[in-house]
Each structure stands twice: as structure tokens, then as C-alpha cells.
């Protein structure tokens, strides 16, 4: 594991120093953080195929501004806590990434997101594709009305693998399985889902609608125009 100093040294410098335009920060070696991390509306954060990007204590990355996780099927990209092994069973020990805020985004391609507590999409709509949520409380908890596309992913071995709190995931090729609730819905939560396989949880499906319908949810006109630029 390296523990890339350095770089941590150069990416608080860069943030902080963030005023007016727009910063790019890339990361392409493995990176240890110990504090919570924000990238702020403006900033840009690359991180290469490959980079394992690994918190020490319960610290989340908080994402305001963009972030372009684009591993490959033999690099995949790691977010996970320090000494965690793959496929762990211990408790989730990092509180998870946050993406928060209609100009919030993230392209997360051939992901890992592993031991966290809660993967959070509020109110912005970040795609994943070909990911993985394992260990985790929840693998994505979605609300705030959030769309996120989420396609060709696995959770499994989650608490939830995902959540929709008053939000509306947009899911399609999914393997959702060995979570103890597979697919938790909500206070009028909704998916607009294709061919997903929710099997094998403890409970596949779990949904509460106890706020009746969502009167300001996303329209389906909305959601059809997405999926357009999705396929």
C-alpha cells in the first residue's frame, strides 16, 4: 500500500487554494486519507484505473463539484478503509461517499465501493456502471428526489443494496443479492428499472409508502430523456 503523502499534501493545497474557475485534481496512485475529504462545486477529481483510495477512521469523501472514476474490468478502482480485506464481513468501518447537490456528479465506471456505512446520492443524478457494493450498510442510499443512473452493477453482502428515500434510481442490468433487504423503498420512492436479478436476499424487496404518492417526483418525461442518453 503506499501511502502518497505528496499527493494528499498537493490535493488539500489544491482545494483549499480553489477560488474562482475550475481546478482539476488527478490521482494516480493509491492515496490514504485521514480526514474528510470535499471536492467543492468547480473542482474536478480524476482518479486513474487501478488506485485504490482508502480512508483511515470514519471519514467520508464529500462530493460537490465532479468526480470521473473510470477503471477498467482489471483495474478497478477501490474506495475502502485501511487494512480491509476484499470481501470482508466486518463492520463497515468509513462513513462512505457523499455526491449532494443538483451540480454534484460523478462518472464511476469498474468501481469498488467496499466497508462503507452509507454511499449517499442526494438530490443529484451520478452514474455507475459495471461497479460493485460490498460490505457496506447501504451500497447506494438514494434521496432528495436523486436519479442516478445505475447499470450493469452487484451489490451484495450489504445491509441494503440499495435505498430510494423519496427518489427515483434509474436501474438496468443490475445483480442485487446476499444483502439482507435487496432493494429498500421508501417515502414514495419510485425506480424506473430494466432487467435487473433481485435474488437471494434475506428480503429481495422491501417498500413502505407511508407519504402515499410523490406529487413532486421526477415526470416520466424527464426520466425517458435520461435513459436516452444512457443507451
Avoid at 478502482?77 to 451540480?103: C, H, L, N, Y
Avoid at 436479478?197 to 413532486?216: F, H, R, V
Wanted: hydrophobic content about 40%.
Amino acid at each position: 500500500m503506499k501511502h502518497n503523502i505528496l499527493l494528499l499534501c498537493m490535493f488539500f493545497c489544491a482545494v483549499q487554494g480553489f477560488a474562482a474557475g475550475v481546478v482539476k485534481i488527478e490521482i494516480s496512485a493509491d492515496t490514504v486519507f485521514q480526514q474528510d475529504v470535499e471536492i467543492p462545486f468547480g473542482t474536478t477529481l480524476v482518479i486513474a484505473p487501478g488506485v485504490r483510495i482508502l480512508f483511515e477512521g470514519y471519514r467520508t469523501l464529500r462530493i460537490s463539484g465532479l468526480v470521473i472514476a473510470e477503471g477498467t474490468s482489471d483495474e478497478q478502482i477501490i474506495f475502502s478503509s485501511v487494512d480491509r480485506a476484499r470481501g470482508s464481513r466486518e463492520t463497515p468501518a468509513w462513513k462512505g461517499i457523499e455526491i449532494v447537490g443538483k451540480q454534484a456528479h460523478g462518472n464511476f465506471r469498474h468501481c469498488r465501493f467496499e466497508g462503507a456505512f452509507r454511499n449517499l446520492i442526494w438530490e443529484s443524478n451520478p452514474s455507475f456502471d459495471s461497479c460493485e457494493f460490498a460490505g457496506n450498510h447501504y451500497g447506494l442510499y438514494c434521496t432528495k428526489k436523486a436519479a442516478p443512473p445505475v447499470k450493469n452493477c452487484r451489490f451484495y453482502r450489504n445491509t441494503y443494496g440499495i435505498a430510494a428515500d423519496f427518489a427515483s434510481p434509474l436501474l438496468s442490468g443490475n445483480v442485487i443479492t446476499e444483502n439482507n433487504v435487496g432493494l429498500q423503498l421508501q417515502l414514495s420512492a419510485s425506480v424506473l428499472a430494466g432487467k435487473n436479478i433481485i435474488s437471494g436476499n434475506l428480503k429481495d424487496i422491501n417498500t413502505e409508502d407511508a407519504l402515499g404518492p410523490n406529487q413532486n417526483s421526477m415526470s416520466m418525461q424527464k426520466m425517458w430523456d435520461i435513459m436516452r442518453q444512457l443507451y
